[in-house]
């Protein structure tokens, strides 16, 4: 990604900004502080902190995601070369294709799971600080909201997003060949695909069926 940042490495892996992601940041940060932060009542300086601290623990929600894509990645064997964040997604890119459909299918499960628990969790919180903390509990529930759509949107089997990586896996178990299966998980996902395709999120890979077809230029 050209227009990316580097903004560090955790658990050994190059994580990337892509430039979009700082105009981002404050569209969301506005959006909450301006407009659906304006149901409570505040002092003013208090919507815009909550509206920034939820802008930029979206960026943490998304980080979560692909990080947990990167991280079964490497169980499973494989090299991640690096995370990038973009305006509402990341993307894991590896250095190798994964070998086996069950590898395939836990990795692309590993990101939408852990959005969906971290979602759950979230919310709980949120709600459980209603009457106790305010602007704790806005951001939780919002974060919460955030996580578990992040985690539904990408289960929408239109590849290569999630889950129709998840989808690929199924087809290639039961007809013993990835490029075929890639071809059937593609055909399904290409009404889902054609929608989706500014904003889903996933991994790239350098090598192998991303190549066959004209690479998405984002992920999510
Ligand atoms: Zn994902």
Redesign the pocket.
């Known amino acids: 990604m050209g227009s990316s940042i580097r903004i560090g490495r955790i658990a050994g892996i190059q994580i990337g900004l892509h430039a979009s992601w700082f105009v981002i940041f404050f569209i969301v940060a506005y959006l909450f502080a301006a407009g659906t932060l304006r149901q409570y009542h505040w002092e003013e300086p208090l919507y815009w902190l909550v509206g920034a601290t939820i802008s930029f623990l979206f960026f943490a929600s998304v980080l979560a ?2 990080m ?2 990167a991280l079964v990645a490497r169980r499973v064997g494989l090299r991640v070369r690096d995370i990038t964040l973009f305006i509402f ?2 993307a ?1 890119s590896l250095e190798d294709e994964p070998k086996r459909p069950r590898d395939e299918a836990i990795m ?1 499960v ?3 799971i852990t ?1 969906l628990v971290l979602g759950a969790v979230l919310w709980g919180i949120g709600a459980a600080l209603e009457h106790e903390q305010e602007q704790l509990s806005a951001i939780a529930s919002w974060l919460g909201i955030v996580n578990f759509s ?1 985690g539904l949107f ?1 289960l929408i089997p239109g590849f290569p ?2 889950g129709g ?1 998840i989808l690929r896996a199924i087809f290639w178990k039961v007809r013993g060949d990835r490029y075929a299966a890639t071809r059937n998980a593609a055909t399904i996902g290409r009404a889902f695909g054609y929608l989706l395709i500014s904003t889903g ?3 790239r890979s350098s090598v192998g069926s991303c190549r066959t077809r004209p690479r998405p230029r984002w ?2």
């Open positions: 995601h692909e947990s894509h997604g990341g894991t692309a590993a990101g939408p959005s992040l990408n997003m999630d990586r999120s996933g991994w992920r999510r």
